[in-house]
């Protein structure tokens, strides 16, 4: 279920809303609509998560250049982790430049009783090895995060990618599912699964796997 929403970084409204598109025009969905809108689709599925939300600083609106304000952002994905937490379900979180924030708002989210969601996927991470760390070492909720690892993103840059996964324990490492791309594609050079068996955290069964479905 997807509960993202945004400003535009000259609109005036205080509440947030979702960005929506009429006749190529931004449209301002007011706050109190998606916000409803998520919680009862939620509440229709029992078994969805919420996601994928997140933060995103080189991002822009589709056809202009407006940038939504980063402290909206992260405004509105508070908004959205907190109501993850109070339902029960996992979040999918995407973050481009901008993990410090993304820590700080998960450690204010504890110290404010808003609370975690129960499981956190950092889809397609693209933070520090460090940072890695520093996640799960987040008092009381540490255990809670799990790393994702796409081709798209991640194998555009397949020395950072092989660090970001050595950093990450094996038991939250999480691989998605685009690692067989078309032929000719150009995305990548050494994708996550096969960068994940050649640091040791996957077996030979599973690399002989992954040559064969690339082979198809």
Request: glycine share 12%.
């Amino acid at each position: 279920v997807d509960g993202s929403s945004a400003s535009t970084t000259n609109s005036s409204s205080a509440g947030g809303g979702g960005s929506g598109s009429d006749g190529g025009l931004l449209v301002i969905v007011p706050h109190g609509v998606w916000s409803a809108r998520l919680r009862s689709l939620l509440s229709s599925h029992p078994h969805a998560l919420v996601g994928e939300v997140g933060v995103d600083r080189a991002a822009v609106i589709p056809g202009s250049r407006a940038r939504v304000r980063f402290d909206h952002q992260l405004a509105l994905l508070r908004e959205q982790l907190a109501l993850a937490s109070e339902l029960g379900r996992p979040a999918s979180v995407h973050c481009v430049r901008g993990y410090g924030h993304l820590l700080a708002l998960f450690s204010a989210l504890l110290v404010s009783g808003e609370g975690c969601p129960p499981a956190v996927m950092l889809h397609s991470y693209g933070g520090s090895p460090e940072e890695v760390g520093r996640f799960t070492r987040l008092p009381g909720i540490g255990r809670r995060f799990f790393f994702s690892f796409s081709s798209a993103i991640n194998s555009r840059a397949p020395a950072k990618m092989a660090a970001r996964i050595r950093a990450v324990p094996d038991d939250r490492l999480l691989v998605e599912s685009d690692q067989v791309c078309c032929p000719g594609a150009g995305v990548r050079a050494v994708g996550p699964l096969e960068a994940v068996v050649a640091l040791g955290a996957l077996g030979a069964n599973c690399w002989r796997g992954c040559r064969w479905h690339r082979r198809q």
